[in-house]
């Protein structure tokens, strides 16, 4: 593999944090609810056996963890494919453990310290650096292909081009891109596709642990979450043929309030996006007491982590991040008038 230049950390210390860990040490593996962070999470666990797994959402970042990290007597925890805006998340939990982050979101902070190793790098998905780093210790290409897979649901196979063609190659299929997206057929994109939306089928049941144990270590081995993705690309079915009768059109943005029975909205976004690369998409739904919001641009001429942070300023509990073409945002149910008027504004 290429060395991949990290915008922040010393992968020499990365390594050191893992090879140090412990048969006495209390491991925390938490990571992100889609495809790219129960990889990285099965990644890790590879040469780490955690004593708690956790598959958390953003809001679940503020609801309560350090307590539960304290609780199971935690003393070491390595977050995946999360992207961490509040510093005082970390100081919680840098009262009693150590922290390993590995990601690859846009961030505010250098989170490096003493008892923090904070590992980013642009243009890989997080499954990918898990891999890479872990790598450096242990032979874990047995399951590369899982890692292109999440390569690919992520958007994110250009700079590790070398990995994504040796691996496709090795299970009998090629690595090809068509305009600005990787060949949307074969053996890797179906299978990426189905787990994505097998994953929605578990996120909804509050079982995503069952995927995670479904990996196995052969191609295709994933237990039997395919069956279960039908019932999903049903549900997402009907939804894009609403999305495009009940959109708002703010000039070049779409914006859509939906409900869903399935948690579909960010394959949903994805698949409507690129029809038109050259238009903001917007899709809003309820949780609880937040709206949860996805935003794509396919063309990349919107910063849509900076757009999403002018739309909720000043809004009480907001919080986003994400990429250049693809991030999200959480506002108070309350606020949605405010956020739509805001960005109308910014159209």
Known sequence: MNKINFLAGNEAKAIE??????PKDRVAILSHT????????????MFVKPKLLLFLDYEDLRNGLSDKLR??????????????NYIYVLRKINKFAEILIIDHHEFKHDFNDAKTIFMNAKG?????????????????????WIVACSSISDFQYFNNTEFMEKTMKKYGDRFEVKGDYIRKDGKFWDLQYNLSLAIVYFKSKNKLEKVYLSFGTKFGDVGNLIKHSKIVQDEIDRNIEKFWK?????????????KQKFPVSSILINIISVKE????????????????????????????????KKATKGLKDADGGGHR?????SILLKDLDKFKETLKKLS
Not at 17 to 22: A, D, G, P, T, V
Not at 131 to 144: P, R
Request: charged residues 25%; positive net charge; glycine residues 4%.
């Open 17 to 22: 944090f893992l090879e140090n860990i412990s």
């Open 34 to 45: 889609d495809l790219d962070g129960i990889v990285s999470a099965k990644v890790v666990s």
């Open 71 to 84: 609780k199971n007597k935690v003393n070491k925890v390595i977050i995946s494919d999360l992207s961490i």
């Open 124 to 144: 890989y998905c997080a499954a990918y650096l898990c891999y890479y780093i872990i790598s450096k210790i242990k032979d874990i290409s047995e399951i590369d």
């Open 246 to 258: 009940q959109r708002e059109n703010f000039n070049d943005i779409y914006l859509w309030y939906f």
């Open 277 to 308: 690369p050259s238009k903001t998409f917007i899709l809003i739904r309820a949780e609880g007491k937040y709206l949860h919001i996805n935003a794509r641009r396919q063309d990349g001429k919107v910063d849509l982590p900076v757009l999403l």
């Open 325 to 329: 073409k693809a991030a999200g945002a």
